[in-house]
């Protein structure tokens, strides 16, 4: 097998935040009945979490499982061990009407960082990113301008975004204007 | 009626403009009318007046709720092009298009009619197809458009950026007589037209029902008494369902917002109408020196004249950067209209359930251009009962699955 | 720019988030309906003037369809609820009420 | 003359000198000027020409409502038409040029139409120019045309050298106006813990009061608003932005806040505009008022100017409009002026003040030596590109016997009108003050949001309150009804005292002298820049435009760049009187957004060039681009529509892949082809209803091709489905459909059958999907090992999962091209390098990338139709000869009643055949066959038309496929396709089956 490639292969640029792309992840998206006892424990099996209620992010590293709506989960797992990871929650869910596919690589993963990174995020979602609205923990799926796209936080200055891996250069571009140089709103 | 021609502006001129007289009369309802149209916009005067001039029909009440020309007649962007795909479209549209050539002098009032030249750009290989395929239809229904070349795009629109990042413009479907026209003009002319023949028009004036006897139309009541007539035309857009409900019937339509805005008024720089519609949005330069801006429709259905402002900025970043040297121009004034949509968004010019009773609506965000024509058609349609412009548009065609459906050939209905 | 919020996730979405899907709670004819059943299943809509049942779809975000009670006069939001219901539930019903009494439609109030 | 005073001015800078040019002469300025107080610094009295009679001039204001000093600002790539000098802050290196003459300034051609003026009445154009027609088109249109517009245009290769971005925010209380009243708006509404955001368009805290003066709480007004700015900057709840104006108010607190960055500062990082997205629970206007004109002859002779400009540009700015000044007011506030005048030493002749009794105002500047005339008008004030002197006479007369004073500049103050822009924008109402003769907002009646209570509270002077006692008190109200409003307990405060001097009732004056005669009222203006006089708007009653909206139009009253700050309610007046009839019932116009014009590079945003839409990338894209693709752009995406090599043309890189792929071996990027799973135990019911034909029935392993119609019953979509396992399939959707099919499933899923248990999920990117075709793609595929692809192992119609070469794949033998054929779907992360070891292994094989067009070409070769060419959303599968997809044995799928309706099942639709002219030539693309005669609109009869047509390479001429009433019933017809190039071509109908029709090639 030769060897995989992200979207855009680690980019990365510096201005008022930092935009990275960060490489390769493991997604794995889980649609079923998530209050089922079985989906919670192959849940729990893969990442270590329980099953995220509404609108949270339970997340360490590149481990983890999103709530993406209210049959939804976006399972992450390292990239590496994907195929394990989803044979295993395949088996555990055969018993159920669930399913769970590998999309790890039809989507782009950025990281946005630094003092200014929920200014950069503000600039392009319609959404509430004031600290008061938006905290580690939780996750927004939205829209960055004119695509689809998901966020968190890892911590109080850093986002991931995820979107398709389609437009994962017009988001890279977008995040690049949008943290340009003396662009700082200085609100949060 | 006293005639305008700059003889007489000079000859007013020197009694201070003391001597003009009103364009219109202003009276109280008749008892009875041959014909009651509802609507004083433009189609609906329209309608009165080609009744009167070219059926003899001149004892006619033409009854609107708020002021002459005061609904979408005067909020659109004053396009005027026939180049339609479908034939029943391209018939009304050229129809409509070719009384515009000579409606000033017919109406004896300046409606500004500019015949600057149409340009649809096609930005993508369907939509070369598309307007290829409009053109070849066009030449068959007697439609002058011609297919052109970046080339000759450029060198008509100097401002264009034929070459932007993401969509080239690859050549254009070329509508040399189509343009603008001043919008209130063609109302005001029209009604000062019917004034004179002795028609009136009662302003301020609502209908609140619709009455009738053994199946047919007997008169309406209103906000100034009741009214009787033998044929009862409604011509109310976005306001139609409300009417037809009086009329004991109901029609296939959703009112929806469609929006446009103006820049601050600069020198001339764009001779043409240029529409792009695989970014959505339109632009023209007014007389006052306006870029005049519009683009697509609002998604749910509204009444309040207020549009969303996402839709204003999809329109202005696709004209950003088609005509980027427009980036550092003003907006000046943004507005909303209420328009009908059909199921096919084509309009309906129809007989209807109810006897003597006509409908015309349904024109989304394309009536203005139609105005001319779709008077000439109703008028013979209410007359004769029969109109060859009409008669693809009735109000069955949906039960029969008979559709006008224009956005085949990458066209909108703008 | 109107703000709905989704009953799925909870979100107050702004209009860009979201898609418009015309009128809810209609009635689908197959086959084997009458001609007339069929038109007016495809084609012929409420469009009041006043309290209007939507459906909108959260597309940009959870992507669920949903529900909506609207005033299309003054854009007024009664609520929002699930789509998969025939008919407004009961405290929609008595929103609406509270705010256009007398206000009915197809046998509701 | 106007100039610099010695003392005075708050607001700027004297040890900072600005050096700035207009019209290329050099001037001086001092940081802190308005290019408005810069210009009147250096004696330019006159800055521009008005729109239709090309007169004069002057700075009439001194904020967002100046309607004459309108600019064109900087240079090149940074050139502004109709920048308002009054708002624009001086910066050195400044340049400005003034507008809407030739050739120049001073000397305007155009001019000549004030002289012509009384031959030019509002509507004059509706009455001229109709005879004799051909010289509207020729003569009288061009040159109306040419005469068109204000500002110059942009150079018309400009590219805006500056970027703009947008910036979401949400507040409970937004309050809009930095004066006194948003101010203390804001510091009551910050006090209950509500999340607070102040907006002031200006650079300035405090707005006018600063000028005005009084005593808040005991203390001088300055320092009260100093402090009152410092507390709210250290409130955390609190969001302070300066130079952002409300620009509209919309539904559901929805408002735009337009922030200049850098205007002031031009070049510097960062963007020029931010639009701010803002949506507030609750919004406060404290937009101030705006002073009347008074309408006399003359009143827009360059040195005219409104009183509270006249004392702003003293106070602000330090400079003097004029050395002899005359006042005419109607009210006690001009008074101010004529006080803030003689403080500097200015002569202020004369205060003529319509009413019979001055206030007591009047008594303080007669004690300061100014005399006072009660009951007295102007009668005309003369001179061309200045004031020269003024004529007075009775305000209750005709305006004769006048008194002639020299002086070069007049104030003048009609009373004040409350901004109420914003509270209008959504739908708020207004109520007549008859009192202070001005619309003021409806309480009662304030614009509606989401919840369907007011979200709007108006404050201060925008609220009518005019005296700073007043502004005070309703502005502390209105913040806390405002966090109120939001769900916040306001704290129990009381607003500080605010005392001004005591002033007398205004009276209402709408025309000096009040029966002016016809040469006066000529002369009289309202729109000064549109060019509309008090004539104009009688002439137009007279005529009967009546409605406000009809005069509004007819006389273009209100319409020029300022939206009729100035104009309106004088305008409207002077209708209501013409009427006989009363202000209120006249009504005004809509006031719509926004509140001064905004640029559309902010309404743009970031979206522009590289960004200004999405373009999707598979992972081989960099790939094609590097090896000469010619993109099609398809929906967001781009696919190559051929490769083409260094020498060829398009068409000849077309002809050649076509040839090759037939010859030897092509391969093409698939991956945008829309893939979606869908599983549950009732996944195939749920496909059956979706699909024309039956998916249920599928084996797993097994492909069947499949259409989509709408429930309307056109066709929406097609593509391969492979049954994966018992309960879940696999949809390949068209290019353009996998969003689109998504949500249709998505739609029908939720909100009809929602009781039935399938799952959809979109994998279409997570495959890289390359088809291998031609003869030798089994041989490449075999050459690169891994799964048996033989004929036995992987028939035709089946997939199957496995290797390639390293690479994991599931791979499909499906063709649409009529070769043998193979779709190889990889991880989209490994799609470049199992591209590449595709084409590396094809080399002795022949390979060749192969695009779009010769997919097309292909594939019209073999008959099939293809979405979007032979479909338009008007075609149902009957009319493409699909019956066998159309499954007779279900009871119900989408379309299938609609097929049923009259229209569609009518014999004579156009039906699918294949077509070649009978020279071999290609027929033009989109042209129509004709039949006999012409239809009751006299348009030729219409017969068919192509839907695709094509130069084949591998049969050496042109085929097409097309609909043709009746065409399957007349194969072996020869009928006529008139071109667009003159041309008619005879047209042969045939089987649409061009090539291989015994389906050998793929059958190996």
Redesign the interface.
Known sequence: ???????LNHASYDGIAKVEESG?QGMI?V??NLSDKVLAKAVKDATGQKVPG??EAFVEGDTGVCW?????LLVLVPYAELNAKLAAMTDALSGV???A???????AVFRVSGNSAR?VL?????????P??FQPGQI????L????AAFWMDDTDTFRVVC???????VF??LK??A??????G?Y | MKHYSAFAVAREALRYHTGWERAWRSPEPKKRYDVIIVGAGGHGLATAYYLGKNYGIQNVAVIEKGWLGGGNTGRNTTIIRSNYLQDPSAALYEKARSLYEDLSQELNYNVMFSPRGVMMLAQTQHEIRGYQRTAHANALQGVKTEWIGPERVKELVPIINIDGPRYPVLGALWQERGGTARHDAVAWGYARACSAMGMDIIQQCEVTDVRSENGRVVGVDTTKGAIDCDKLGIVVAGHSGQLAEMAGFRLPLEAIALQALVSEPIKPCMDVVVMANTVHGYMSQSDKGEMVIGGGTDGFNNYTQRGSFHHIEETVRALVETFPMISRLKMLRQWGGIVDMTGDRSPILSKTPLGGCFINCGWGTGGFKAIPGSGWGMAQLMATGHSPLTEAFTLDRFKEGRFIDESVAAGVAH | MLVLTCPYCGVEAEETELSAGGEAHLKRYGPGSSDDEFHDYLFMRENPKGVHFERWRHSNGCGKWFHAARCTQTLEVFGTYSAQTTEPPKEVKNAISAKRPGWSWRGHS | MSSRLAKQGRLIDRSKPVTFSFNGNSMQGYEGDTLASALLANDQMMVGRSFKYHRPRGVVASGAEEPNALVGLGQGNRFEPNQRATTTELFNGLTAISQNHWPSLEFDIGSVNTALARFLPAGFYYKMFIHPKPFWKHIYEPFIRQSAGLGKAPDKDSRDADTYEHFYSFADVLVIGGGIAGLQSAKAAALSGAKVMLIEQTAHWGGRTLVDGGTVGGKPVDKFVEQLVSELETMDNVTMRTRCMGAGVYDHGYVLGYERLSDHRPGTQGPRHRLWRIRAKQVVTATGAIERPLSFAGNDVPGVMLASAMRDYVVNWGVTPGQRVVIATNNDDAYRTAIALKQVGVNVIRVVDTRATAGPMAEEVRQLGVRVDPGKAIAKVKGGKRVKNVQLCNQDGIGGAREEIECDAVAMSGGWSPVVHLWSHCGGKLIWDDANAYFRPDPKRPPLGANGDGFVVAAGSSNGHLSLGEVIADAHAAGKAAAKAAGFKPKNTRAPSGEAAEEAPMEAIWLMPANAEVQLRMKSWLDFQNDVKVSDVQLAAREGYESVEHTKRYTTLGMATDQGKLSNINGLAILADSLDSDIPKVGTTTFRPPYTPISLGAIGGEARGEVFQPIRRTPMHDWHDANGADWEPVGQWRRPYAYVRPGESVHDAVNREVKNTRDNLGILDASTLGKLIVKGPDAGKFLDMLYTNMMSTLKVGKCRYGLMCSENGFLIDDGVVARIDEDTWLCHTTTGGAERIHAHMEEWLQTEWWDWKVYVANVTEQYAQVAVVGPNARKVLEKLGGMDVSKDALPFMEWRDGKIGDFDCRAYRISFSGELSYEIAVPASQGQAFWDALFAAGQKFGVMPYGTECLHILRAEKGFIMIGDETDGTVIPQDLGLHWALSKKKEDYLGKRAHSRSHMTDPDRWKLVGLETVDGSVIPDGAYAVGEGVNANGQRNMIGRVTSTYFSANLGKGIAMGLVKNGPDRMGEIIEFPGTDDKIYKVKIVDPVFFDKDGEKQNV
């Open positions: 097998m030769s060897e995989p490639i992200s979207a390769l998206t649609r079923g509404q609108r993406m709506s209210p049959d939804e009407h669930a399913l596919v590998n999309v790890s690589d039809a989507r200014e503000a600039k392009l979602a319609p959404v509430d990113l004031s008061e609205a927004r799926r939205s829209r301008a004119q695509v689809a398709f891996r389609s437009a994962a250069e017009y571009e977008l204007v949008a340009q140089p003396g662009s700082e709103v609100v």
